[in-house]
C-alpha cells in the first residue's frame, strides 16, 4: 500500500525546494552574513523559513566547545538520545560566525540537491 501523504509531501517539498534555490543570490548570502540573527528581506525570510522546516536528522546546531570562545557545527542524528556528531572541520569565534557558516552549509547543500 502506498503512503499517499508522502508522495504529496515529495512533490510540495521539491517545487519549494526549486523556488528556494531561486532565492539564493551572493546579495542574499551577503545580507545574512552582515546580520545573521536581525532583521531580514522577505526572501532570506522565505530561505530560512524552508531550512528551519527541514526533518531533524541531518540538521546542523552549534556546540559550544569553549563557551564565548570557540564554536563548531554539530549535526543531529534523529535518534533520541543519541548525541549530535561534532563536526572539526571549522571552528568559529562567534555564534554569528557559527550561523553564518550553517547557512552557508545548508545554501551549499541546497544548490547540490
Known sequence: MVDRQLQVY????????ERTKALI?????AEHAA?????HS????????FFRRQPLQGKYII???KPWQEYRIGVLSGARGTP???LHDEVYATE????H??????????MAS
Do not use: C, Q, W
Open 10 to 17: 515529495a512533490f510540495f517539498d521539491g517545487r519549494l525546494r
Open 63 to 65: 556546540v559550544a566547545v
Open 84 to 86: 549530535a556528531k561534532v
Open 25 to 29: 543570490t551572493d546579495e542574499l548570502i
Open 42 to 49: 522577505d526572501a532570506l525570510e522565505r530561505v530560512l523559513s
Open 96 to 99: 554569528e560566525e557559527a550561523l
Open 101 to 110: 557558516g550553517i547557512f552557508t552549509r545548508r545554501v551549499r547543500e541546497l
Open 35 to 39: 546580520s545573521p540573527t536581525g532583521r
